[in-house]
């Protein structure tokens, strides 16, 4: 079993890049599946097991794939299945958003229903209904979603998400960039990630506009072409750095970092006494006074409120802060398996519904703790860069899902934490090559 030890205590000082957003080059892999005409050049594409699991589910389609560093090219001219693999879709919940760009291109796609991170019922109705609101039939059966379009094809529609999904809204902007007439997505997600979906589209020839607010309109095209693109830098690996440097920070300077996807967390750290300085390709971080933040209450929200997914990072940071501090998670339920975790380092936090309520402690120390998810991974990292003694993060496959490099990352800015693989880590660092 494979963990990361940490001795606590030191400062964080120098530069850290952050990589290209996980939770855009996902969706992006699923779209270069619409393009019947040449090949896509997808750049800055971070090396994680997520990553991996979306260009293998690309590639057992029939796209080939071509790794260069950190860019991969797609040819999906001609593909061969509109059935992913269920074992790779059920590795990752974000595979189910294969469905919209099959069902577009092929008039089928036969999708198991998903996994994912371990946080609580996370449904795909709203992808179903989105895309039966384009004319598609869904039938569930045996764990798969088996969509199939209408004769003539599918046709634009007035959709309203019950709740602002981003995966409902990829996988519908997705499909509807090659229906009939316009589309018009009410209550879409409005985060960055689906605007640099729409940005790729519309290099690929599709005609998406409103993306970013809550009202998507999709006007129908033909056909699709390969496009390079870009990914936007991960705001969340981004917002990991920013609250590590906030605490135990001497001036990090994150690169890369863009604020405008940052601002609840910037504006969270400066009510916590941090220094905040925004630079045109980065952000700097001066931490609080006496490295312990002043008590925060925080509520994730949907985009652009404060992320689910920096939620456990916060709450790591506020084990220490100086007074009593809360934390609403109203994204997801069941998204405080962290706190245990944290209790064993000597954190006092209890659970009152869907509020964690934190009293600051002076100090937390070292413990064998596990990662029960992804970003509670990175909250028990933070938590071992903070404490006094030695820390033993477990669980490391779930930080592999999402971060490039966090141990190279954190010691490149001087703290001392070690990686130890396992023989499960070993075989998943291999996977993700
Ligand atoms: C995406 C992100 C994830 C982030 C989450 C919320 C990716 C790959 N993952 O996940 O990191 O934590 O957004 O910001 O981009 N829901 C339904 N029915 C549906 C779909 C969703 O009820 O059909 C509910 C979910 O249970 C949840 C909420 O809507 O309570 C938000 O989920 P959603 O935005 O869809 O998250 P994901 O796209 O899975």
């Not at 946080?119 to 764990?143: F, S």
């Not at 925080?298 to 009593?324: E, I, N, R, W």
Request: proline share 4%; aromatic share 4%; glycine share 10%.
């Amino acid at each position: 079993m494979g963990k990361i030890v940490i001795e606590g205590g030191y400062p964080l000082e120098g530069t850290v890049r952050v990589s290209g957003a996980k939770n855009a080059v996902l969706p992006i892999l699923a779209a270069s599946l619409l393009a019947e005409e040449g090949v896509s050049q997808i750049e800055e594409v971070p090396r994680l097991l997520d990553v991996r699991v979306m260009a293998d589910t690309v590639s057992a389609l029939g796209a080939k794939l071509e790794w260069n560093g950190s860019s991969i090219r797609v040819d999906a001219r001609r593909l061969l299945s509109v059935c992913p693999p269920a074992e790779l879709v059920r590795k990752m919940r974000a595979s189910f958003v294969v469905a919209g760009p099959l069902l577009a291109r092929f008039g089928e796609a036969m999708v198991a229903l998903p996994g994912g991170c371990n946080i609580g019922p996370r449904p795909v109705d709203l992808h179903i209904k989105g895309l039966e609101a384009l004319g598609a039939t869904a039938v569930v059966e045996n764990g798969y979603v088996h969509f199939r379009a209408p004769r003539g094809g599918l046709h634009g529609a007035r959709i309203y998400l019950d709740v602002p999904s981003v995966g409902a809204t990829q996988n519908i902007m997705m499909a509807a960039v090659l229906a009939k007439g316009q589309t018009i997505i009410e209550n879409a997600a409005k985060e960055p990630e689906n605007v640099d979906l729409a940005n790729y589209l519309n290099a690929m020839g599709a005609r998406v506009r409103g993306a970013g607010t809550d009202v998507i309109r999709v006007e129908g095209v033909d056909r699709l072409h390969g496009a390079t693109h870009a990914v936007i830098p991960d705001r969340i690996e981004a917002g990991t750095f920013l609250i590590a440097s906030a605490l135990i920070g001497r001036g990090v300077y994150v690169e890369n970092a863009l604020s405008h996807h940052l601002m609840p967390l910037i504006a969270k750290l400066e009510e916590a006494g941090a220094v905040i300085e925004d630079r045109v390709e980065g952000i700097k971080v001066w931490p609080c006074q006496g490295g312990r933040m002043r008590p925060l209450d925080v509520k994730t929200h949907y985009y652009p409120s404060f992320p689910t997914d920096l939620q456990a990072q916060m709450v790591a940071a506020l084990t220490v802060a100086q007074g009593t501090s809360t934390v609403t998670e109203t994204v997801f339920e069941n998204r405080f398996m962290h706190v245990a975790e944290l209790q064993r380092m000597g954190a006092n936090i209890h659970i009152e519904g869907r509020t964690a309520v934190i009293e600051g402690v002076p100090r937390l120390t070292g413990a064998r703790v596990t990662a029960t998810d992804l970003r509670a991974g990175a909250a028990l990292v933070i938590a071992g860069l903070l404490a006094e003694g030695q820390t033993e993060v477990y669980g490391l496959h779930h930080i592999d899902r999402g971060y490039d490099n966090l141990v190279g990352k954190f010691t490149q800015l001087g703290a001392r934490l070690e990686r130890i693989e396992g023989d499960a880590e070993l075989q998943i660092a291999k996977s993700v090559g």
